[in-house]
């Protein structure tokens, strides 16, 4: 991939949601960059999603944003069932794609997602922008450098009540609805980022009636370590992260997959690390994506490609345990 270098980086989107809006509104933070075009089936809303972003193109469909020779990346931002869909319609006219978790709905489709854009020597990543968050990378490298000791278990959780609607993407078992795919995925990143692949998983779930998987509670199993780890649409939970080291804890508080504090506990001494994020946190994954283009990598050395086919390897051996398909 050619190198971008001291380039004015012109970003599109494709899929205006919720994510989309906090995505561009952190986009809008960062330097030498500009949200140039935007893309939706419905031609209104990609008009309003630019003028309250300050793009420069409104487009009807994907299909006319991917074919515009001044976009120099894509934000995809669509239900996941259209992940692998929208980052080959990117790849295939060379344009770099940065998509949003997860990847896409099974190993499958990430193989043949990863296979184009080596094919087409053009950068792709998974956003999972926990990754790149300062609170997150600050446990990591306390967990890398065994400042505590070994690492022996891990507690994460993410939950909240939504009202069931069949209508909604949430709930809609045919897009990736549910919350293994749109909110599991954290506590198993946290998990698989410290830990790594498990030896063996336990799982059990609970459904809705259109069966769609309500909540999804975990066991990863390791020679030396355990994680425990729980998803759910059923009931509000702390969204904590926890990391249990043979002298000392590390906890990551309420929400860990955003910006949030980290307290460190070493016996009867408690130390709170506050990261002062001033945004959503998009704009560090945004960064990170920014310099890989202008030094024409065509692969994050964060968010590798191996490091995202564990995250759906591991989804996909949750899914066949609780008798979950898509």
């Known amino acids: 991939m050619k190198p971008l270098k001291n380039k004015n980086i012109r970003w599109g989107i494709i899929g205006l949601g919720n994510i989309a809006n906090q995505f561009a509104v952190d986009l809008l933070t960062v330097k030498d960059v500009e949200l140039y075009a935007v893309a939706s089936r419905d031609k209104q809303k990609a008009e309003s999603f630019a003028e309250k972003y300050q793009a420069t193109k409104a487009y009807a469909s994907y299909e006319a944003l991917v074919n515009d020779p001044n976009v120099d990346a894509v934000y995809i931002a669509t239900p996941h069932s259209l992940h692998k869909e929208n980052t080959l319609l990117c790849l295939e006219q060379g344009i770099a794609v940065l998509c949003e978790k997860p990847f896409a709905m099974d190993s499958n489709e990430v193989n043949s997602m990863i296979m184009t854009a080596n094919a087409h020597n053009t950068l792709l990543m998974e956003g999972l922008w926990t990754c790149f968050l300062p609170h997150y ?183 066949d345990v609780i008798a979950l398909k898509y």
């Open 137 to 319: 990378n600050f446990v990591l490298s306390a967990l890398n450098s065994k400042t505590y000791g070994e690492l022996l278990r891990v507690e994460a959780d993410f939950g909240f009540v939504e009202e069931f609607n069949e209508n909604s993407r949430l709930f809609n078992k045919s897009l990736g609805g549910g919350s293994l795919l749109d909110i599991g995925i954290y506590p198993v990143f946290a998990a698989l980022s410290t830990l790594g692949v498990p030896d063996t998983i336990e799982a059990n779930a609970t459904f809705f009636d259109n069966g769609a998987d309500s909540s999804c509670s975990m066991l990863f199993n390791y020679q030396n370590a355990t994680a425990v780890l729980k998803s759910t649409l059923l009931e509000s939970t702390p969204g904590e992260a926890t990391f249990y080291c043979e002298k000392g804890t590390i906890k990551i508080s309420n929400d860990f997959h955003c910006p949030s504090m980290v307290t460190v506990v070493e016996g009867a001494n408690q130390k709170h690390i506050d990261f002062n994020c001033e945004t959503h946190g998009y704009d560090y994954e945004i960064s990170h994506f920014n310099e890989l283009l202008r030094e024409g990598k065509v692969e994050s050395n964060m968010m590798t490609f191996n490091f995202s086919r564990h995250i759906i390897e591991t989804l996909d051996r949750i899914r």
